[in-house]
């Protein structure tokens, strides 16, 4: 079933968008100067419990790991791409899925920011001169345990990636503009560990951008193009 888009939103519902709307640019103005409720408390208002709020109970002190992702939008004149990654089939846990490069923080980082640019050089070899980091969104709590900071930045045009073949099988980017259109975002749902899970899909071309991934990007949308 197809998300219901925004009442008031003018891009989820009149069409065609500018093109200059989503350049990196504009992100990167949206991104620095978010509007709604500040980072540190919107927290809350994020993740996979909106979607199942029985499987994940916040108020029991639940032990969840830090990590960062990196959302890299390329500098591509008037239309923005974001880089996505697959990963492998023969990783430990969610092989074979979308994602944005990332993984967990680490004492010597410091920062999230640095853990997500570390991140994105171990896994897809994207040289950290390249990035700008330019915002947060706010923290995404995962149904399989897991305290998410989603790093927003800028990437030049310019860089050559070089894939770590035992995380990463493909690099591909998308448009800005189609994820944050409303109408590319559903609503699907499947059995996970006994329980139903629901969560967002965003279909392109061949593939299907779902679960954490597409629920960090309807927050970018949610935060900044809503």
């Given at each position: 079933?197809?998300?219901?888009?925004?009442?008031?939103?003018?891009?989820?519902?009149?069409?065609?968008?500018?093109?200059?709307?989503?350049?990196?640019?504009?992100?990167?103005?949206?991104?620095?100067?978010?509007?709604?409720?500040?980072?540190?408390?919107?927290a809350?208002?994020?993740?996979?419990?909106?979607?199942?709020?029985?499987?994940?109970?916040?108020?029991?002190?639940?032990?969840?790991?830090?990590?960062?992702?990196?959302?890299?939008v390329?500098d591509?004149?008037?239309?923005?791409?974001?880089?996505?990654?697959q990963r492998?089939?023969?990783?430990?846990?969610?092989?074979?899925?979308?994602?944005?490069p990332?993984?967990?923080?680490?004492?010597?980082?410091g920062?999230?920011?640095?853990?997500?640019?570390?991140?994105?050089?171990?896994?897809?070899?994207?040289?950290?001169h390249?990035?700008?980091?330019?915002?947060?969104?706010?923290t995404?709590?995962?149904?399989?345990?897991?305290?998410?900071t989603?790093?927003?930045?800028?990437?030049?045009?310019?860089?050559?990636?070089?894939?770590?073949?035992?995380?990463?099988?493909?690099?591909?980017e998308?448009?800005?503009?189609?994820?944050?259109?409303a109408?590319?975002?559903?609503?699907?749902?499947?059995?996970?560990?006994?329980?139903?899970?629901?969560?967002?899909v965003?279909?392109?071309e061949?593939?299907?951008?779902w679960?954490?991934?597409?629920?960090?990007?309807?927050?970018?949308?949610?935060?900044?193009?809503?």
């Amino acid at each position: 079933m197809s998300e219901t888009t925004h009442p008031s939103s003018k891009l989820a519902s009149s069409g065609p968008f500018p093109a200059s709307l989503f350049s990196a640019a504009e992100f990167r103005r949206r991104a620095m100067n978010q509007s709604g409720s500040p980072i540190e408390t919107a927290a809350r208002e994020h993740g996979d419990h909106l979607l199942n709020p029985a499987l994940v109970d916040f108020a029991q002190g639940l032990k969840l790991k830090d990590a960062a992702v990196l959302v890299p939008v390329v500098d591509d004149g008037q239309e923005a791409k974001v880089i996505l990654t697959q990963r492998t089939a023969t990783l430990r846990k969610h092989s074979g899925q979308i994602a944005f490069p990332g993984g967990g923080i680490d004492e010597d980082d410091g920062s999230a920011e640095r853990a997500a640019v570390r991140e994105a050089e171990e896994e897809i070899g994207l040289a950290p001169h390249f990035v700008e980091t330019v915002g947060r969104l706010p923290t995404y709590f995962t149904t399989t345990g897991f305290r998410i900071t989603p790093v927003l930045a800028v990437v030049k045009r310019g860089f050559e990636l070089r894939l770590n073949p035992t995380e990463v099988d493909e690099v591909f980017e998308v448009p800005l503009s189609f994820l944050m259109n409303a109408a590319n975002h559903e609503r699907s749902a499947r059995l996970f560990e006994g329980h139903e899970r629901h969560f967002y899909v965003m279909p392109y071309e061949e593939r299907n951008i779902w679960g954490v991934t597409a629920g960090i990007l309807r927050t970018l949308y949610e935060r900044l193009y809503a």
